[in-house]
């Protein structure tokens, strides 16, 4: 078993950044890619960014490619999503996940494990 739990979510003004992270504990031995998804009201869970085990394959939506940066360190048993540029649109809660897997993925049925998620609000 492998607990995640998210921190960073805040209220930002539109062009303000903010840092998530997901601090990763249990099970964390094993080789796990990780992920970025977000929901918000009314909409389906959408995927925002992945990076595998070593950190150095990483992908990313649409929506934030060229603004958001997936990091990792895997000796703090830590995952990153340093979020640029913010917009209103980016608004929703943010979930970070595990696969039992050292590839990244972009499904979201794919991830094995999942953190409580936290908010993000972008005001305009």
């Known amino acids: 078993q492998v607990q995640l739990v998210e921190s960073g979510g805040s209220l930002v003004q539109a062009g303000g950044s903010l840092r998530l992270s997901c601090a990763a504990s249990g099970r964390t031995g094993s080789s796990y890619a990780m992920g970025w998804f977000r929901q918000a009201p009314g909409k389906e869970r959408e995927f925002v960014a992945t990076?595998?085990?070593?950190?150095?394959?990483?992908y990313y939506g649409d929506s934030v490619k060229g603004r958001f940066d997936i990091s990792r360190d895997n000796a703090k048993n830590t995952v990153y999503l340093q979020m640029n540029s913010l917009k209103p649109e980016d608004t929703a809660v943010y979930y970070c996940?595990?696969?039992?897997?050292?590839?990244?993925?972009?499904?979201?049925?794919?991830?094995?494990?999942w953190g409580q998620g936290t908010q993000v609000t972008v005001s305009s």
């Open positions: 990076i595998n085990w070593s950190g150095s394959v990483t």
């Open positions: 996940a595990a696969r039992r897997s050292s590839q990244g993925n972009i499904y979201d049925d794919h991830y094995d494990y």
